[in-house]
C-alpha cells in the first residue's frame, strides 16, 4: 500500500527559484493538508483542501500556492523561495470526520540558500 | 483558539524506566485526541487516540486516556526500550472540521 507519497525526499533550492513540492494519496481521501515542521514550533498547517476543487489557506499560507484538481493530487508550490521556506514539509490526507487519523507522507526536506 | 500544549524535551531515560509525556489541550466543542510518534527520517505514524471522555487509547504498550475535566492526554509506558526512541506529538482534531492542531513535539532517548 503506497498511501501518502511526497517526492523529492531532499531539495536544494537557490533564493528566488521555484518548484513544486508533489504530494499524491491512494486511499480516497477527501481532506489534504501540507504542514511545515521546524525545530521547537511543532508541525505548523500551510494549506489545506477539503475535496477536488477546493482549497483554503492554513495558519502560515504566505509564500505558497496549492490547487486540488483531483482527489488524489495535492502539490505545493513555492513561487519565489526564500531561506525562511527551509524546512521539512508533509503533506497528510485522511477521511471526512474528525475521529479519523491523518496519514502523512515521509516528508520533504527543502533547503534555501 | 485551539491548541496544544505539550511538555518541553528532550527526555532522556534509561531502558526499563517509567515514561510520562505531558499534554494539555484548549478547544471549543468535544475534539479527538491523538498521539503521533515520528522515528529519525520518517514521517508521523499514529501512535494511539482516543475520541471522547474517559476513552483510552493504547498501542505498543504506550497508553494515554482523554481527560476532560483536566483537558488534558497525557502519554505514558511502564517500561520504555531503546526502540521507542522517536519524536512523539499530541494533536487534536475538531468535529467541525478535519484540521489537526499539533503540540510542539517532545524528542525522547533512550539509553541502554
Known amino acids: 500500500n503506497a498511501g501518502v507519497t511526497q517526492t523529492p525526499k531532499f531539495q536544494v533550492l537557490k533564493t528566488g527559484q521555484s518548484m513544486t513540492l508533489q504530494c499524491a494519496q491512494d486511499?480516497?481521501?477527501?481532506?489534504m493538508s501540507w504542514y511545515r515542521q521546524d525545530p521547537g514550533m511543532g508541525l505548523r498547517l500551510i494549506h489545506y483542501?477539503?475535496?477536488?476543487?477546493?482549497?483554503d489557506q492554513g495558519e502560515v499560507p504566505n509564500g505558497y500556492n496549492v490547487s486540488r484538481s483531483t482527489t488524489e493530487d495535492f502539490p505545493l508550490r513555492l513561487l519565489s523561495a526564500a531561506p525562511s521556506q527551509t524546512s521539512v514539509y508533509f503533506c497528510?490526507?485522511?477521511?471526512?470526520?474528525?475521529?479519523?487519523?491523518?496519514?502523512f507522507g515521509q516528508g520533504t526536506r527543502l533547503t534555501v540558500v | 483558539g485551539d491548541s496544544v500544549t505539550q511538555m518541553e524535551g528532550p527526555v532522556t531515560l534509561s531502558e526499563e524506566a517509567f515514561l510520562t509525556i505531558n499534554c494539555t489541550y484548549t478547544?471549543?466543542?468535544?475534539?479527538?485526541l491523538f498521539w503521533y510518534v515520528q522515528y529519525p527520517g520518517e514521517g508521523l505514524q499514529l501512535l494511539l487516540k482516543?475520541?471522547?471522555?474517559?476513552d483510552k487509547g493504547s498501542n505498543k504498550g504506550f497508553e494515554a486516556t482523554y481527560r476532560k475535566e483536566t483537558t488534558s492526554f497525557h502519554l505514558e509506558k511502564g517500561s520504555v526500550q531503546v526502540s521507542d526512541s522517536a519524536v512523539y506529538f499530541c494533536?487534536?482534531?475538531?468535529?467541525?472540521?478535519?484540521?489537526?492542531?499539533f503540540g510542539t513535539g517532545t524528542s525522547l532517548t533512550v539509553i541502554p
Open positions: 497528510a490526507s485522511s477521511t471526512r470526520g474528525a475521529v479519523t487519523e491523518a496519514f
Open positions: 486511499m480516497n481521501h477527501e481532506y
Open positions: 483542501s477539503v475535496g477536488a476543487g477546493i482549497t
Open positions: 478547544a471549543t466543542g468535544y475534539p479527538s
Open positions: 482516543a475520541t471522547k471522555a474517559d
Open positions: 494533536a487534536l482534531s475538531l468535529r467541525t472540521g478535519n484540521q489537526f492542531y
